[in-house]
C-alpha cells in the first residue's frame, strides 16, 4: 500500500476529527494494519457526509435519544449475552429519562424484527459493504444524546480486528455529533489484536472505555496506556422475569427434584469453547459431561437442568445441549431437563435464581447466576472468566478450560468439587454482590453526569 499524497492528506484533515485522524493515517500508510478497506471514495464520501451535517445543531429537550450499538448487529437477541446489557442499561438510563427513545444499530432485517420485539427502533446501518457514509447520515437524522457500545468480549480483536475496529470509530464518530458515549465494560484478553493499539489511544476523550474486571483493566493498560474506568458488566443490572408462564413450568419441575430431596444444578456448553469448529471433540465432551452427570446423580442426588443461552444457529447452545439431552434422557429419566424453548434474558435470569448452582461455559449465563446470588464453575475460554470471578472473590479452581475438560475424568472431578463447596462459594458471592452492582451501575455513569469513577491513570497504571 502506498503513501498517502497530498491530495489524500489534504481529505483525511478536513474528514476526520483531530483526536482519530493520526490512527487512520497511520493504517491508510501501514501494509501491516490493514483492515479497514477504507479507499479514498469512501473518505470523500465520508468528508461530503461531514459537511452537509450541521454537527453543531441545538441540544434538545426531551424525549432524549440514545443509539445502542451491539456487539452483534446480525443477530442482536439471539444472543442472550447482548440482550441482557441492552435491556439492563437502557432500563438504567431510564430511571433519569422516563421518554428516552432508544435506536439499536443493526445489519439484517431479521435482527431490526428482534430490535422492533424489544421495544426499540432499529438503525439498520451495519451492512455489507459497511459504509462510513451511512452511518453519519443515519446518526446526522437521529442525533443522539447518548451512545452505549457494547463492548462484550469482541474488542480485544479475538474475532474480528476489523468489526472491533469499526465498533470503535462508530463510537468516536458519536463523540463527534455530541453524544455523550460509554463503551460498557469489556473484557480483555492476554493477546489483543495489535492493529488495535493506535485506535485505542487515539479515540476522542468523548468515548469513555469501561473494562468489566481488574485483570482485563490492567492487560488494557498495558496494550493502550490509555485511560479507562473499572466497572462490573451491564448485564448485572438486569431485572429478572419471574412472572412468565415458561418460567413458572421450570420451576414447579425443579420443585418437584426439591420434594425428592435433590438438588438442581443447570449445565450449559456450546459450540465456541473451541475457536474453530470442532466437532469430534465437542461430541467427546458430550460424552464425558454425560458420564460425569450420570454418576453425580446417581450418587450425589444432582438433577440437572441444560439451560441454553445462546440461540444464533451455527453457535447455539442447544447444538450441544440437545444431544446431551438426548444422551442422558434413558439413564436419568425426570432428573434431566432440556429447557427446549426460547427464553428471554429475564426469564434466564429468574430460572438461574432457583437452582442450587450453575456450570457453564457462556459469560453471560454466569453473569445471570451471579447477579441472583448463585454460585457457579465455568468452563472457560478466551481468558475472560477470571477477573470475573475476582469480582467475587471466588478460587480460579472452580474454572476449567475446554482442553482439560476433555482428559479422562477432569470434569467429573471438577463437577464433583463444585457440589462439595457451592454452598460456601454462594455465601460468598451474595456478601460481594452489592459491591458488584455498583460498579455495574458505573457503566452509566458518563451518560447521566455522575461523579467520579475508579480509573486507570495514564502514567502510573495504578487504579484511582
Known sequence: MRPLDEDEETIVKQLI????????RGWLNSAKNTP??????????????????GVNAAPRNDPRRLVVLPSDPWSVRQSRGDEAMIEAATGEVRRTYPNLEVYVVTATAAASADVRAMGFKPLELWRQPFSYETVAQELSLTRPDFGLVLGADVLDGYYSPVDAARMLLVADLMAAFGAKVSVLGFSFNSRPAKALREVFRLLDPGVVLNLRDAISLQRFDDFARKRAHLVADAAFM??????????????????????????????????????????AKLRHMIELAA????????????????????????????NCLRPLADRLKPTLGDHVHHVDQALSAGE??????????????????????????????????????????????????????????????????????????????GGKVRQMLPAVMELSRA?????????????????????A
Do not use: C
Open 17 to 24: 476529527p483531530v483526536p482519530v485522524r493520526r490512527q487512520l
Open 36 to 53: 479497514l478497506a477504507l479507499d479514498l471514495l469512501e473518505l470523500r464520501r465520508w468528508q461530503n457526509a461531514r459537511r452537509d451535517v
Open 238 to 279: 438486569l431485572t429478572p422475569r419471574a412472572d412468565t408462564a415458561a418460567v413458572k413450568q421450570i420451576a414447579s419441575t425443579i420443585e418437584r427434584q426439591r420434594e425428592q430431596g435433590r438438588k438442581v444444578f443447570v449445565f450449559n456448553i456450546h459450540p465456541m469453547l473451541f475457536k474453530k469448529p470442532e466437532p
Open 291 to 318: 458420564v460425569a452427570m450420570e454418576r453425580l446423580s446417581r450418587e450425589h442426588k444432582a438433577s440437572w437442568l441444560l439451560l441454553a443461552h445462546d440461540y444464533r444457529p451455527e453457535i447455539a447452545d442447544d
Open 348 to 425: 434466564i435470569k429468574a430460572v438461574v435464581g432457583l437452582v442450587d448452582g450453575v456450570i457453564t461455559g457462556r459469560m453471560h449465563l454466569a453473569i445471570a447466576a451471579l447477579g441472583q446470588g448463585t454460585p457457579v464453575a465455568a468452563i472457560t475460554y478466551q481468558d475472560k472468566f477470571q477477573g470475573l470471578f475476582a469480582h467475587f472473590g471466588v478460587s480460579e479452581s472452580l474454572l476449567l478450560s475446554p482442553a482439560q475438560f476433555l482428559v479422562d475424568d477432569s470434569f467429573e472431578k471438577f463437577a464433583l468439587q463444585f457440589l462439595g463447596t457451592h454452598e460456601a462459594v
Open 443 to 463: 457503566n452509566i455513569a458518563p451518560l447521566l453526569g455522575e461523579g467520579a469513577m475508579r480509573t486507570v491513570h495514564e502514567a502510573d497504571g495504578k487504579v
